[in-house]
């Protein structure tokens, strides 16, 4: 196992070489929230087209009195429309449920966070961790297929388990400031879409003394 110096490394290079991606910055969370739930096993321009279908209805008091099929036919392009709709729906009706209010969250800790955005039904680690990191401000790391493929071909660690590498490069995610954490699982995707389509991509520099 490498030191959280060297994690560190890797990826501050990593994101001085692909620069800011600016995920999920959007001033509605909610919005935010959306797309995270429709990305999951579809593509980017599939679930834009679904958003532009939600236009205007991206509020809490709108999801919520939305009508299930309503909602379902706006989310179609996006793929498996009718569980999509209903994680949206159990999320909303979460933070209903915690006064729809962001400040009410600033005394629960990380770990409790967690571990509430988990108990949601269609909510999995990867998802309550973006919603940790982009929505609540949270520094956690990611530790999608992505970064597992990274970090094995460049020798940390055959990571297979989301749970174990997380807890290997937390240290190194709460060494930098929120927006730099924010950047590193921007990169690391745009990092593993570049090697996907050329799987002789030179990694070595990202190792180099």
């Not at 970064?147 to 940390?156: C, D």
Request: glycine content about 8%.
């Amino acid at each position: 196992m490498k030191t959280d110096k060297d994690i560190i490394k890797v990826l501050n290079r990593l994101s001085d070489h692909y620069g800011p991606q600016y995920w999920w910055s959007n001033e509605n969370p909610i919005s935010d929230w959306v797309t995270m739930i429709l990305i999951q096993q579809s593509t980017g321009v599939n679930v834009e087209k679904a958003m532009v279908k939600l236009d205007g209805y991206l509020t809490v008091e709108q999801l919520q009195s939305m009508d299930i099929e309503d909602l379902q036919e706006r989310i179609r392009s996006a793929g498996f429309y009718k569980q999509k709709s209903a994680y949206i729906k159990n999320l909303i009706n979460w933070f209903a449920g915690h006064g729809a209010d962001f400040a009410g969250f600033e005394e629960i800790t990380t770990i409790d966070l967690r571990q509430e955005l988990l108990a949601i039904k269609g909510i999995g680690p990867e998802t309550a961790d973006d919603i940790l990191l982009y929505t609540f401000g949270r520094n956690v790391f990611i530790a999608d297929q992505y970064a597992m493929r990274l970090f094995g071909r460049l020798g940390f660690g055959e990571y297979k388990s989301y749970k174990k590498m997380q807890a290997d490069f937390t240290g190194a995610a709460e060494k930098v400031p929120l927006n730099l954490c924010r950047e590193w699982h921007a990169v690391i995707d745009e990092h593993g879409k570049a090697f996907r389509k050329n799987k002789n991509l030179d990694e070595s520099w990202l190792l180099a003394d």
